[in-house]
């Protein structure tokens, strides 16, 4: 008896370590094909219909915004990063090419538009006359739709930021999940 349980027991242990090696194999290579996508070349569809829906929602409480950035290149990341830095100007990015949520089209930044279709970054005006700050109504919009919005974030606040990720981090987006992926995720 002590020997049929201990050849049972050594062919559960192979089974298992078979399954183990078959999971460890199918995840590699599900690695090799994520690292091998190319990166996106623009707004994700999902954050571009939630920012056509952004901008509508804030029309229709009294509130003309325009989006003025989604997808950014790794370059023009960069040379956004630099502002500040080795180019003139104020630092408005922390994140050099590759690390931010832009570089992936999964995020965008607004400003308030003015009646000559100039833009304003005025966090207190309230154009529509109803004591609340345009800026946070928009924010609150954002935030509806799905959105994280900058100007929540503990440390440097980006208040034209809105970005939409399901969770993913930058690192994992570097090294290819995509939101399709982490859409999937969620349906199991």
């Known amino acids: 008896m002590k020997k049929f349980l201990s050849i049972v027991n050594i062919l559960f242990l192979l089974v298992l370590g078979g399954l183990l090696f078959v999971w460890i194999e199918r995840e590699i290579e599900n690695k090799r094909i994520r690292e091998a996508r190319p990166l996106p070349s623009g707004l994700h569809t999902i954050v571009e219909e939630k920012s056509v829906e952004l901008v509508e929602q804030a029309n229709v409480i009294g509130i ?4 003025t950035d989604g997808f950014r290149s790794i370059e023009s990341q960069n ?4 502002q500040g ?6 630092i408005v990015s922390y994140a050099k090419g590759g690390e931010s949520y832009h570089n992936y089209g999964l995020a ?15 966090l207190q005006r309230d154009s529509n006359g109803n004591g609340k700050a345009d800026w ?11 959105f994280t919005w900058g100007g929540d974030w503990r440390g440097f606040k980006d208040y034209p930021h ?7 981090s ?3 987006l570097q090294n290819g999940w995509r939101l399709e992926d ?3 995720e969620n349906k199991r």
């Open 64 to 67: 003309p915004i325009l989006i």
């Open 79 to 82: 040379e956004i990063y630099e």
């Open 85 to 90: 830095r080795t180019n003139s100007g104020a």
């Open 108 to 122: 965008i930044d607004f400003a308030l538009l003015n009646q000559d279709n100039s833009i304003s970054y005025d």
């Open 136 to 146: 946070f109504e928009v924010a609150r919009i954002g935030k509806e739709l799905g």
């Open 162 to 168: 809105f970005e939409y990720t399901l969770g993913l």
């Open 170 to 172: 930058i690192r994992e």
């Open 182 to 184: 982490r859409i999937e």
